[in-house]
T-cell receptor
Framework: DGGITQSPKYLFRKEGQNVTLSCEQN?????MYWYRQDPGQGLRLIYY???????QKGDIAEGYSVSREKKESFPLTVTSAQKNPTAFYLC????????????FGNGTRLTVT | QKEVEQNSGPLSVPEGAIASLNCTYS??????FFWYRQYSGKSPELIMF????GDKEDGRFTAQLNKASQYVSLLIRDSQPSDSATYLC??????????????FGQGTILTVHP
């Protein structure tokens, strides 16, 4: 079955540590995205990528970094510069960047103490 | 900054009733609109999308779009307890550097009680 796999489901880190969240898709989608969701909030776009080796900042990119070395993979690193990293992180993909419905992974819940 | 506004609720309806969820958006040129359902602790799943003014029906769900009023709604007929979830409205941005990307509302919590 095609889909998006995010791992791990839960992640715990100490403040000051960088952490990388994994996202892999086998839908052959060109576009991939990272969103952050806080309790009672909608989704906020962190980074997105339209093609391999290219990515763009979203609305809240500060303290995050990404790479897109393969079409299938779009890992997100939460750096120590991110002031409030505890959140629910969602990876998504779509056939293209234009007006396409998003397919979401199951999410990673990151807790930093 | 493009804005998408939803009443956060909670909206409580009895089983079997019609639930009406509303969304307004600021980007007048937006052409594509999406409704997602999100159960607690889970990721969003697409329910419907609508591109043209008017109504679009899919089973118990009807999406309504009025571009002149910058308003999109989702009606759920014969509401069931399993419909209890947060409903997210998403709008594709019309221009500039954000073209095509989705802006999400904060979501409306729906509770269907037996």
């Amino acid at each position: 079955d095609g889909g998006i796999t995010q791992s791990p489901k839960y992640l715990f880190r100490k403040e000051g540590q960088n952490v990388t969240l994994s996202c892999e898709q086998n839908l052959n989608h060109d576009a991939m995205y990272w969103y952050r969701q806080d309790p009672g909030q909608g989704l906020r776009l962190i980074y997105y990528s339209q093609i391999v080796n290219d990515f763009q900042k979203g609305d809240i990119a500060e303290g995050y970094s990404v790479s897109r070395e393969k079409k299938e993979s779009f890992p997100l690193t939460v750096t120590s510069a991110q002031k409030n990293p505890t959140a629910f992180y969602l990876c998504a993909s779509s056939p293209s960047i234009m007006d396409s419905p998003l397919h979401f992974g199951n999410g990673t819940r990151l807790t930093v103490t | 900054q493009k804005e998408v506004e939803q009443n956060s609720g909670p909206l409580s309806v009895p089983e079997g009733a019609i639930a009406s969820l509303n969304c307004t958006y600021s980007d007048r040129g937006s052409q594509s609109f999406f409704w997602y359902r999100q159960y607690s602790g889970k990721s969003p799943e697409l329910i419907m999308f609508i591109y043209s003014n008017g109504d679009k029906e899919d089973g118990r769900f009807t999406a309504q779009l009025n571009k002149a009023s910058q308003y999109v709604s989702l009606l759920i007929r014969d509401s069931q307890p399993s419909d209890s979830a947060t409903y997210l409205c998403a709008v594709a941005n019309a221009g500039g550097t954000s073209y095509g990307k989705l802006t999400f509302g904060q979501g409306t919590i729906l509770t269907v009680h037996p």
